[in-house]
């Protein structure tokens, strides 16, 4: 949250100011929720699971999700720019 000069400790803690502040007041789909929420849960998987495997389905559906989650939030930061 670079733009409004907030900082944060932990991933969850993040994830919580997004889903508040640009989900709940639907600047983003609710899709985006569950899309970060997927990708933090395998995140901690494969960080702490000894052995989490995903096929390369799910992976391509999480690679899918990130380019998708990728074009809303830089769509989403060039109107900002525009309407400066």
Known sequence: ???EEIDFKKHSAVISYFRKNYIKTGIFDVKFSDYIGKAFE???DCD???FFFVS???AETQYNHAI???KAVKNYL???E???
Request: charged letters at 50%.
């Open 1 to 3: 949250m670079a733009e």
């Open 42 to 44: 395998w995140r901690n």
């Open 48 to 50: 702490y699971e000894d």
């Open 56 to 58: 390369r389905e799910e």
């Open 68 to 70: 998708e989650f990728y």
């Open 78 to 80: 060039e109107n900002l």
């Open 82 to 84: 525009n309407e400066k």
